[in-house]
């Protein structure tokens, strides 16, 4: 039986949700995509996805804020935090709060997907 | 009567020989000439002949081309009758100017020296005429000196408009060095209201901002007001006119009165204003808050020139306060200072478009079978993470340091950053003389920072001698400090530019974006020394860095 894992992107850049899009459906992922937190949340409910690919620097509510909420909603979804600068104290805090991986852009898809279907990998 | 009606041209040119060549060709070709030698002359017979088209010359004696379109530009009795200028300046700016006077076309004299030239201008005559009515002008030919005088008044007043605009951009720049430096939300709003009393001479203005829990707005800063009325002042959505321009998102260029608008006319107005300027702040379709600013009588009101200032400013200002936030809000660690900002804006708007390209190119070396096509994707993707990694280093060098201080060797620096440029240095045919003391005193810093400024001062002393000379490399003790020579045989800086090398974003290199000197300058500094410089054009230019001694 094979049950498709579900993932959310949240990136403020509408181009990466679409590459990231392509890829996984390829691959045979249910892909959910929006660029700001509000829909974000709301998809969250909604669809109650596996993977959470998540954007830091977004205007509005920033991606630390989303992965805490996040966590409340489903304490079980495996978040990875995605963004363009990696800053030591975001990505401790970041991983204080239950995100499972921190890669910065670009990124390499291949890693991505390795995370996402679940195998072990160490935060960049 | 004949279905269409000769047209007629009028030709202006100081040089008869101009004159007649167009003559000849335009009479040749169906139209009516008539001919006139100078700008006065050009606009007295448009008066008194009703030309269908003007071909002018720019240069010509009494008035030039330029003014003589303006001023019949200007006018509505002449204002529709098509104008090409037929000139040999072609200088960028000449044709920018050409075309800023309002002229339809702006071309090249060499046409008139071929056929296939002749054919061009033709075209362009009937394009331009085809279709106009002659219009008759009546009413009286203006005198010289009444068109000589409306020509001062006209240009008198562009003038003017250049020189506020000039002033405008200047400061606008000034703010952006400012806004780079500053950190807290509240000194971010202070100078946002400073710069608005400088541009915009204004008697008193705030500087509201949206808070997002309460949807309302209050006055962060502000300038004219009593303390006390704005610490109070909370305005809802809506509500008198800064709310009013919150909920719309739309600005408002208010003059003489609130009685005079129906919107707004209930409201109490503080009766010295005489004309309000009110903009919503507005990054990225959210709105962070509104800028206020109020002239008191008797004062001229704003005008719509003043109003698209504003709005532009008001769009810089509402990505300051949005990038201010957010950055305040995730970066914990200690004030970012000069280049944070910058560094952590542009790391993300150029890591976002690269993460699209890697990962596109990612996408295509899956699909490809093909080995060239496959090669092709994984190029992009290593130099998308070049790019990347540049980006890196530049991010590092602007985050705030830790301080690794140890006493540095300086000669030890100094060969270190020679060896990573020896090879490129000796292919360009510079010669380095090392004029340096064999026991140096140390000095305290971090080395990575000291290798930094000195290969800075190498690459700039390289680039400057792209033929080849000497670079010397020496040094002194002067009291307690010691000063490193770089003195370059290059082109040399010009005495006016000798203090701006040290700003940000200041470079006569078409590469580069300026920061090499400012980033130097800061790391010399902050360790307690300073760098001095004078140069020669033509000859050369020296550079000492002065630094305290350590140990």
């Keep these: 039986m094979l049950v498709q894992k579900k993932i959310l992107v949240v990136d403020d850049e509408p181009d990466i949700c679409n590459s990231l899009r392509k890829y996984f459906r390829d691959k045979g992922y249910v892909v959910f995509t929006c660029c700001e937190a509000g829909a974000a949340l709301d998809l969250l409910n909604k669809e109650k996805p596996d993977v959470l690919i998540l954007d830091i620097f977004m205007p509005g509510l920033n991606g630390i804020e989303v992965l805490r909420i996040a966590k409340e909603i489903n304490k079980d979804v495996k978040v990875i935090m995605l963004t363009a600068i990696k800053d030591e104290f975001i990505v401790k805090e970041a991983l204080n709060l239950g995100a499972s991986f921190y890669m910065t852009k670009p990124f390499n898809l291949d890693a991505l997907e390795k995370v996402v279907s679940g195998g072990k990998g160490s935060v960049e | ?551």
């Design chain 2, 1 to 551: 009567m004949p279905e269409h009606a000769q047209k007629k041209i009028l030709v202006a040119d100081d040089s008869p020989t101009a004159r007649e060549i167009l003559k000849g060709f335009l009479e040749k070709e169906g139209f009516q000439v008539t001919l006139a030698s100078d700008g006065i002359e050009a606009i007295e017979k448009t008066y008194a002949e009703s030309p269908d088209l003007l071909i002018l010359d720019i240069t010509m004696p009494r008035m030039k081309g330029y003014q003589a379109c303006r001023f019949l530009k200007r006018n509505k009795v002449t204002s529709d009758i098509p104008i090409i200028m037929l000139t040999v300046k072609m200088e960028k700016e000449d044709v920018l100017w050409g075309k800023d006077s309002g002229a339809e076309d702006y071309l090249n004299k060499d046409i008139l020296s071929n056929e296939p030239g002749f054919k061009v201008l033709l075209s362009r005559i009937q394009e331009l005429i085809q279709g106009k009515e002659a219009k008759n002008i009546s009413g009286l030919i203006p005198s010289q000196e009444e068109i000589l005088s409306l020509v001062n008044d006209l240009l008198d007043e562009e003038l003017r408009k250049s020189r506020i605009l000039a002033l405008r951009l200047g400061s606008l720049f000034e703010l952006s060095n400012k806004l780079f430096k500053v950190v807290g939300r509240e000194e971010l709003c202070q100078q946002i209201m400073n710069v608005c009393l400088k541009l915009m001479d204004i008697d008193s203005g705030s500087l509201m901002i949206l808070d997002l829990l309460e949807n309302k707005l209050r006055i962060v800063s502000s300038f004219g007001i009593a303390q006390k009325i704005a610490q109070d002042s909370v305005v809802d959505m809506g509500e008198n006119i800064a709310g009013w321009v919150a909920q719309h998102k739309k600005p408002l260029l208010l003059s003489g009165g609130l009685d005079k608008y129906p919107l707004f006319a209930h409201l109490a107005s503080r009766s010295n204003i005489s004309s309000s300027i009110s903009v919503p702040l507005i990054a990225g379709d959210r709105l962070k808050g509104v800028l206020n600013l109020n002239r008191n009588q008797p004062k001229t009101g704003f005008n719509e020139e003043d109003l698209e200032f504003v709005m532009t400013l008001a769009n810089y200002l509402a990505s300051a306060i949005e990038k201010d936030k957010l950055y305040n809000e995730l970066i914990q660690s200690e004030k970012m200072g000069a280049l944070g900002y910058f560094a952590s804006g542009m790391a993300h708007e150029v890591r976002n478009p690269l993460a699209v390209i890697s990962a596109e190119a990612q996408y295509i070396l899956k699909k490809e079978r093909g080995q060239e096509l496959q090669e092709s994707s994984r190029v992009i993707v290593k130099q998308s993470e070049r790019i990347s990694e540049i980006i890196e280093r530049l991010l590092n060098f602007c985050r705030p340091r830790k301080k690794k201080d140890e006493l540095v060797d300086l000669n030890a620096a100094i060969e270190e950053t020679l060896k990573l440029v020896s090879h490129s240095i000796k292919l360009d045919r510079i010669q380095v003389i090392k004029n340096l003391p064999k026991n140096m005193p140390k000095v305290t810093a971090s080395i990575s920072e000291i290798e930094e400024v000195f290969l800075n001062l190498i690459v700039n002393a390289h680039q400057a001698m792209p033929g080849g000379g000497s670079l010397e490399i020496s040094a002194e003790v002067k009291d307690k400090f010691i000063g490193i020579r770089f003195s370059d045989s290059g082109k040399g800086i010009y005495q006016e530019n000798l203090r701006a090398i040290f700003e940000p974003f200041f470079t006569t290199k078409m590469k580069g974006i300026g920061l090499g000197l400012f980033i130097s300058n800061q790391i010399i500094l902050s360790l307690g020394g300073w760098i001095d410089v004078s140069s020669t054009i033509g000859k050369g230019t020296t550079f000492i860095i002065y630094l305290p001694q350590g140990g």
